[in-house]
Protein backbone atom coordinates (compact mmCIF):
# COMPACT_ATOMS: atom_id res chain seq x y z
CA UNK A 1 0.00 0.00 0.00
CA UNK A 2 1.31 3.16 -1.15
CA UNK A 3 2.23 5.92 1.77
CA UNK A 4 -0.19 9.18 1.51
CA UNK A 5 1.53 11.88 0.18
CA UNK A 6 2.52 14.60 2.37
CA UNK A 7 0.16 18.04 2.04
CA UNK A 8 2.69 20.87 1.05
CA UNK A 9 2.42 22.21 4.86
CA UNK A 10 3.70 18.98 5.69
CA UNK A 11 6.55 19.09 3.13
CA UNK A 12 7.64 22.18 4.22
CA UNK A 13 8.25 21.21 7.64
CA UNK A 14 9.79 17.91 6.67
CA UNK A 15 12.25 20.19 4.72
CA UNK A 16 12.58 22.47 7.30
CA UNK A 17 13.25 19.46 9.96
CA UNK A 18 16.06 17.77 7.34
CA UNK A 19 17.90 21.00 7.38
CA UNK A 20 17.95 21.29 10.88
CA UNK A 21 19.30 18.19 11.52
CA UNK A 22 21.60 18.58 8.83
CA UNK A 23 22.88 21.69 10.13
CA UNK A 24 23.19 20.92 13.99
CA UNK A 25 24.65 17.63 12.28
CA UNK A 26 27.76 19.03 10.93
CA UNK A 27 28.03 20.97 14.63
CA UNK A 28 28.33 17.86 16.44
CA UNK A 29 30.43 16.38 13.90
CA UNK A 30 32.75 19.16 14.11
CA UNK A 31 32.83 19.11 18.50
CA UNK A 32 34.07 15.52 17.88
CA UNK A 33 36.78 16.17 15.63
CA UNK A 34 37.74 19.30 18.01
CA UNK A 35 37.85 16.92 20.96
CA UNK A 36 39.88 14.28 18.61
CA UNK A 37 42.28 17.39 18.31
CA UNK A 38 42.39 18.06 21.61
CA UNK A 39 43.48 14.22 22.71
CA UNK A 40 44.99 12.80 19.93
CA UNK A 41 47.70 11.63 21.94
CA UNK A 42 45.53 9.55 23.69
CA UNK A 43 43.78 7.38 21.45
CA UNK A 44 41.14 5.95 23.73
CA UNK A 45 40.02 8.72 25.90
CA UNK A 46 39.66 10.28 22.17
CA UNK A 47 37.61 7.54 21.14
CA UNK A 48 35.23 7.83 24.55
CA UNK A 49 34.85 11.50 23.73
CA UNK A 50 33.90 11.30 20.06
CA UNK A 51 31.34 8.61 20.62
CA UNK A 52 30.04 9.99 23.78
CA UNK A 53 29.76 13.72 22.05
CA UNK A 54 28.08 11.57 19.04
CA UNK A 55 25.22 9.66 21.68
CA UNK A 56 24.41 12.85 23.30
CA UNK A 57 24.23 15.06 20.53
CA UNK A 58 22.03 12.56 17.94
CA UNK A 59 20.12 11.17 20.82
CA UNK A 60 18.54 14.99 20.93
CA UNK A 61 18.05 14.87 17.74
CA UNK A 62 15.41 12.09 17.80
CA UNK A 63 18.31 9.44 16.04
CA UNK A 64 17.20 5.61 17.99
CA UNK A 65 19.13 3.13 18.56
CA UNK A 66 15.88 0.45 18.05
CA UNK A 67 12.33 1.47 15.67
CA UNK A 68 10.37 4.09 18.41
CA UNK A 69 7.32 2.86 16.55
CA UNK A 70 7.89 -0.49 18.19
CA UNK A 71 7.99 -2.30 21.70
CA UNK A 72 11.44 -1.91 23.73
CA UNK A 73 13.65 -4.20 22.54
CA UNK A 74 14.94 -7.41 25.19
CA UNK A 75 18.07 -7.33 25.77
CA UNK A 76 18.35 -10.97 24.13
CA UNK A 77 16.90 -8.85 21.00
CA UNK A 78 19.36 -6.68 20.88
CA UNK A 79 21.90 -9.04 21.37
CA UNK A 80 20.99 -10.98 18.39
CA UNK A 81 20.27 -7.79 16.22
CA UNK A 82 23.80 -6.50 17.00
CA UNK A 83 25.12 -10.12 16.25
CA UNK A 84 23.98 -10.56 12.44
CA UNK A 85 25.41 -7.29 11.79
CA UNK A 86 29.01 -8.16 13.28
CA UNK A 87 28.50 -11.79 11.15
CA UNK A 88 28.25 -9.12 7.81
CA UNK A 89 30.98 -7.34 8.96
CA UNK A 90 33.52 -10.07 9.81
CA UNK A 91 32.17 -11.60 6.00
CA UNK A 92 33.32 -8.07 4.72
CA UNK A 93 36.59 -7.83 6.44
CA UNK A 94 37.11 -11.13 5.15
CA UNK A 95 36.01 -11.14 1.88
CA UNK A 96 38.24 -7.90 0.85
CA UNK A 97 41.19 -8.69 2.83
CA UNK A 98 41.10 -12.11 0.69
CA UNK A 99 40.83 -10.00 -2.51
CA UNK A 100 43.70 -7.46 -1.41
CA UNK A 101 45.79 -10.09 -0.39
CA UNK A 102 45.08 -12.70 -3.51
CA UNK A 103 46.12 -9.76 -5.98
CA UNK A 104 49.00 -8.78 -4.18
CA UNK A 105 47.44 -5.45 -3.77
CA UNK A 106 48.78 -6.20 0.17
CA UNK A 107 51.57 -8.29 1.26
CA UNK A 108 50.46 -9.49 4.85
CA UNK A 109 53.22 -10.31 7.29
CA UNK A 110 52.25 -11.83 10.55
CA UNK A 111 52.27 -10.67 13.93
CA UNK A 112 51.86 -11.53 17.43
CA UNK A 113 49.73 -9.00 19.14
CA UNK A 114 48.99 -8.82 22.74
CA UNK A 115 45.93 -10.04 24.12
CA UNK A 116 45.31 -6.70 26.11
CA UNK A 117 45.93 -4.91 22.32
CA UNK A 118 43.07 -7.06 21.02
CA UNK A 119 40.70 -6.08 23.87
CA UNK A 120 41.54 -2.35 23.39
CA UNK A 121 41.02 -2.91 19.57
CA UNK A 122 37.65 -4.18 19.86
CA UNK A 123 36.58 -1.65 22.39
CA UNK A 124 38.15 1.09 19.98
CA UNK A 125 36.63 -0.07 17.18
CA UNK A 126 32.65 -0.56 18.94
CA UNK A 127 33.40 3.47 20.21
CA UNK A 128 34.24 4.84 16.73
CA UNK A 129 31.48 2.53 15.11
CA UNK A 130 29.19 4.50 17.65
CA UNK A 131 30.39 7.81 16.51
CA UNK A 132 30.10 7.03 12.87
CA UNK A 133 26.86 5.19 12.67
CA UNK A 134 25.10 7.84 14.76
CA UNK A 135 26.31 10.44 12.79
CA UNK A 136 26.63 9.75 9.45
CA UNK A 137 23.98 7.55 9.00
CA UNK A 138 21.66 7.92 11.81
CA UNK A 139 21.19 11.85 11.40
CA UNK A 140 20.54 10.54 7.54
CA UNK A 141 17.84 7.95 8.50
CA UNK A 142 16.24 10.83 10.94
CA UNK A 143 16.55 13.88 8.16
CA UNK A 144 15.26 11.89 5.71
CA UNK A 145 12.45 10.24 8.19
CA UNK A 146 9.54 11.17 5.52
CA UNK A 147 11.24 9.88 2.51
CA UNK A 148 9.68 6.29 1.28
CA UNK A 149 12.41 5.03 -0.50
CA UNK A 150 14.77 2.99 0.95
CA UNK A 151 17.35 3.34 -1.87
CA UNK A 152 17.14 6.94 -1.21
CA UNK A 153 18.13 6.93 2.64
CA UNK A 154 21.05 4.05 1.78
CA UNK A 155 22.78 6.56 -1.10
CA UNK A 156 22.18 9.20 1.82
CA UNK A 157 24.47 6.95 3.83
CA UNK A 158 26.90 6.36 1.44
CA UNK A 159 27.37 10.14 0.18
CA UNK A 160 27.78 11.42 4.53
CA UNK A 161 30.51 7.90 4.28
CA UNK A 162 32.50 9.86 1.22
CA UNK A 163 32.09 13.33 2.11
CA UNK A 164 33.68 12.62 5.76
CA UNK A 165 36.38 10.77 4.70
CA UNK A 166 37.01 13.83 2.11
CA UNK A 167 37.00 15.74 5.40
CA UNK A 168 39.55 13.95 6.91
CA UNK A 169 42.04 13.12 3.74
CA UNK A 170 41.36 15.98 1.25
CA UNK A 171 40.83 15.06 -2.18
CA UNK A 172 44.86 13.14 -2.60
CA UNK A 173 43.07 9.97 -2.29
CA UNK A 174 39.98 9.37 -4.08
CA UNK A 175 39.96 5.32 -3.70
CA UNK A 176 40.04 5.55 -0.59
CA UNK A 177 36.87 8.27 -0.14
CA UNK A 178 35.07 5.83 -2.97
CA UNK A 179 35.81 2.84 -0.31
CA UNK A 180 34.43 4.74 2.39
CA UNK A 181 30.97 5.49 0.32
CA UNK A 182 30.97 2.00 -0.46
CA UNK A 183 31.20 1.49 3.13
CA UNK A 184 28.72 3.92 4.07
CA UNK A 185 25.93 2.03 1.50
CA UNK A 186 26.38 -1.26 3.18
CA UNK A 187 25.89 -0.04 6.62
CA UNK A 188 23.33 2.35 5.34
CA UNK A 189 21.00 -0.60 4.10
CA UNK A 190 20.99 -2.51 7.35
CA UNK A 191 19.74 0.65 9.20
CA UNK A 192 16.54 0.95 6.62
CA UNK A 193 16.46 -3.36 7.23
CA UNK A 194 16.18 -2.79 10.90
CA UNK A 195 14.79 0.70 11.20
CA UNK A 196 17.40 1.25 14.29
CA UNK A 197 21.62 1.54 14.74
CA UNK A 198 22.00 -2.34 16.04
CA UNK A 199 22.86 -4.32 13.15
CA UNK A 200 24.73 -1.39 11.88
CA UNK A 201 26.95 -0.70 14.63
CA UNK A 202 28.07 -4.23 15.08
CA UNK A 203 28.31 -4.86 11.59
CA UNK A 204 30.53 -1.32 11.46
CA UNK A 205 32.23 -2.92 14.73
CA UNK A 206 32.98 -6.29 13.05
CA UNK A 207 34.52 -4.22 10.34
CA UNK A 208 36.99 -2.19 11.86
CA UNK A 209 37.85 -4.99 14.33
CA UNK A 210 38.50 -7.66 11.22
CA UNK A 211 40.50 -5.13 9.06
CA UNK A 212 42.58 -4.22 12.19
CA UNK A 213 43.08 -7.83 13.15
CA UNK A 214 44.00 -8.80 9.43
CA UNK A 215 45.88 -5.58 8.49
CA UNK A 216 46.83 -3.34 10.96
CA UNK A 217 49.09 -5.17 13.14
CA UNK A 218 46.51 -7.89 14.96
CA UNK A 219 47.19 -11.11 13.57
CA UNK A 220 48.77 -9.72 10.24
CA UNK A 221 50.61 -6.32 9.33
CA UNK A 222 49.34 -5.29 5.58
CA UNK A 223 51.93 -4.12 3.19
CA UNK A 224 50.90 -2.08 0.72
CA UNK A 225 51.92 -2.01 -2.71
CA UNK A 226 53.02 1.50 -4.19
CA UNK A 227 50.65 1.14 -7.22
CA UNK A 228 47.24 2.74 -7.44
CA UNK A 229 45.83 -0.94 -7.45
CA UNK A 230 47.15 -1.26 -4.01
CA UNK A 231 47.05 2.45 -2.86
CA UNK A 232 50.38 3.18 -1.51
CA UNK A 233 50.49 5.92 1.20
CA UNK A 234 46.68 6.21 1.14
CA UNK A 235 46.77 2.67 2.84
CA UNK A 236 44.81 -0.47 2.19
CA UNK A 237 41.99 0.68 1.46
CA UNK A 238 43.08 3.61 -0.47
CA UNK A 239 43.40 1.85 -4.08
CA UNK A 240 41.67 -0.07 -6.74
CA UNK A 241 41.56 -3.33 -5.65
CA UNK A 242 39.81 -1.88 -2.14
CA UNK A 243 37.27 -0.51 -4.04
CA UNK A 244 36.44 -3.35 -6.69
CA UNK A 245 36.55 -5.33 -3.80
CA UNK A 246 33.55 -3.40 -1.44
CA UNK A 247 31.91 -2.67 -5.10
CA UNK A 248 29.72 -6.35 -5.04
CA UNK A 249 28.76 -5.66 -1.67
CA UNK A 250 27.43 -2.46 -1.89
CA UNK A 251 25.83 -3.75 -5.07
CA UNK A 252 24.09 -6.16 -3.22
CA UNK A 253 23.31 -3.57 -0.44
CA UNK A 254 21.58 -1.83 -2.74
CA UNK A 255 19.70 -4.68 -4.46
CA UNK A 256 18.33 -5.81 -1.03
CA UNK A 257 16.87 -2.27 -0.14
CA UNK A 258 15.28 -2.24 -3.86
CA UNK A 259 13.73 -5.36 -2.71
CA UNK A 260 13.02 -4.23 0.76
CA UNK A 261 11.61 -1.05 -1.25
CA UNK A 262 9.24 -3.42 -3.65
CA UNK A 263 7.47 -5.01 -0.96
CA UNK A 264 6.98 -1.92 1.14
Given amino acids: MAAKPLSPAESRAATASAWRIAFWGIAIYAGG ?61 AIVVGFLATTRAVLLERSAPAASMIVVGLVTAGL ?54 LLG ?20 TAWLFGTGLLMQGGFFEARVASTPWGGADAGPLGGMAAVIALLPLALGALVGSARLQRRG
Fill in 185 to 204: IVFGSLWVRDRGAWPAWGAH
Fill in 33 to 93: RIAALLLQSMSMPAAVAQAVIAEWGTGRLGVAWSDPTQPVPTTAAIARRAGIGAAVGLVAA
Fill in 128 to 181: YAMRDELLLHGLVMRSLVSVEEPLLKVLGCGLTSAAAAYGEIGGAAPMAIAAQG
